[in-house]
């Protein structure tokens, strides 16, 4: 694969500046690998010398690892070597490749030859480095590619006044990344002063809110042009490969989680009936390793899921704001406000979710299967009387969290109402304090107090019940294992019992939690239809389509468009938004409409005759049935209830156009006539002047 590779990639030109700890994965352990195999090599001919024979598998595979570490460094002084390195097929390959050299591992330590095992372990750890560093490397090479492109074409004072705009991860070192260095400026900059917004790290590219919903707006966009639009498609199109690498990370996790009770099992035997002491060493030293890596790698799964689900946030909540700003009053008036709140918190809540429960739905089955495999080989069949208690006590905890859960729902609905009645009190203290009403109402605000604490008492004792259920599950189930193990006429040692224990608590946690991954599960695509159904609604144009066959309209179609004319209106139905389409109830019911430009027309109606759905149908805000509506530049609307941003009267005015004084003065003497006639002058007046000074405004 890797003569492959090379030869595909000979004419790539691809350099990337790398550091000490880089050189020394890149260069010095593929050179540690080659010489292992030729020491590997020479004592299998000593062997033949002597007269044993050697199989001819074994050749085959110490001469592979000859040729694999050889053509490594020989690529590693070519051009295309970190083109190569960057190859997805090869990364992959290179995990695949050390978790099968794991199985080999265990079938050589089960042998109990200290060499063999020792010399095995060092193939298999620097397969298993070399493996991880590339696959890191690729992952900092090629975010980093489109950043030092970008470099290039910044001046020199951009470079030396403001500094690199790329990711500040990719200038810290592989080692730097793994033990979380770079926030050691910012923890020594709290301990002498207080943390201010200018001490705080740069924000990657990929984490800003900007860069996140663009790459989630355009895969939904690809979905919008299928039949049937659905945003787990979307957010899998955007961020799939990465969580699919994690999952290989956790996966590597879950099998290290195993290997330190077999390890200690190992180890209590070589205790109890004694061996060479180096293989003691050697376990306990596996043990150590075992435990640094598998901290290692379940805090940078944790710390790469957390980014990923806070870039999947920022997606979310961008697209679904934009949204909100450019869907048409139609079809948001099929959403409540509270619909709309719920969306951007509870819904986008749920969906990032996904990001754990996805992993934990293989996962946590994969350590129930392989946890009960295990003890099966300690005490037979004894684990099913731990595991039937188990079972058993997950339906308890779940009836306690639903008790908690609706103590909550309690709680917080009387804390809801102590809220609003001390915002009355505080919003009218001055009257309450005149007539002496302190007590009346202290006691009125008390009242919804005591029902919140009496709720908040429940839940702290359910709280303690399902600690007490959790913690004693452990106990029960070795309880109930070693009991039913000693009935059936087993005897217990230390290695079966530390081993027992070991595994008992890897397998606690993947049962109790899995209820509630199944749950997550089903609210986030619960929470991931109900975005798709709001993000697949129509947004608000100037210039809508006819939805039926333009020969019903051949009288007024070929001369519709007319230069002289502001708007155009034939036959046109528009209704607002309806759950039935198939009946619409209509509110302007073929309207024919023809306004030329330059005129000042006034609509009188009685109130509920359709005044105000008129000019929505001109700004495209109802849905269009049938019929053409058609008008001419842009448009500005000002409502009866004038809208008007916080800021002065400038920034209201100019609403981000550049400042033109002139036309600023002109604009104040266009609208000063208007003031006799105006019933809340400083709001309306504010409108009228915003549009006034809009120079690209052709009907107001």
Known sequence: MILVLAIVQRKAHRFHRINAIEKVALYLLPFLGACLSFVDMGLLFMKELHGDSVAYHVWLLRSSRLVLWTVIIISSNCSFFHAMLCERLLCLWWVVKSLLAIVHLYKIFVTMETWKCLQESSVVLLDIMFGISINLFRIKWTSSKHSSMEDLLLSAEVDIVEGCHGDPENAWSYWDLMTFKFVTSVMNCGVVKQLEFEDLLRLPSDLEPSTCHDKLLSCWQEQQNSSEPFLFKAISCAYGWPYLRLGLLKVVNDCIGFAGPLLLNKLIQFLQQGSVHWYGYLLALSLGLTSILKSFLDTQYTFHLAKMKL?????????????????????????????????????????????????????????????????????????????????????????????????????????????????????HIRTIKMYGWEQIFSSWVMETRTLEVNHLATRKYLDAWCVFFWATTPTLFSLFTFGLFALMGYQLDAATVFTCLALFNNLISPLNSFPWVINGLIDAFISIRRLSTFLCCSEGKLELEPNISPSLFSNCHSDFVSEDMAIKMCDACCAWSSSDKKQWNLVLNSVTLCLPKGSLVAVIGEVGSGKSSLLCAILGEMQQISGLIWSSGSVAYVPQVPWIQSGTIRDNVLFGMPYDSERYKASILGIFSFLVCLTNPSRLLLCLFRVCFNIFTDLI
């Open 311 to 427: 870039r999947l946030r920022s997606g979310i909540m961008t697209v679904i704001f934009q949204k909100c700003l450019c869907i048409t009053l139609a079809e948001r008036s099929r959403f409540s406000e509270g619909e709309i709140q719920t969306f951007m918190s509870v819904d986008a809540d749920r969906t990032v979710n996904l990001c754990n429960s996805f992993h934990d739905m293989w996962s946590l089955p994969l350590q129930i299967g392989v946890a009960l495999y295990l003890l099966y080989t300690q005490v037979k069949f004894a684990f099913l009387a731990g595991l039937a208690i188990t079972i058993l006590l997950i339906p308890v905890n779940k009836w306690i969290s639903e008790l908690i859960a609706s103590a909550t729902k309690k709680m917080m609905k009387q804390k809801d109402e102590r809220i609003r009645r001390s915002g009355e009190i505080l919003t």
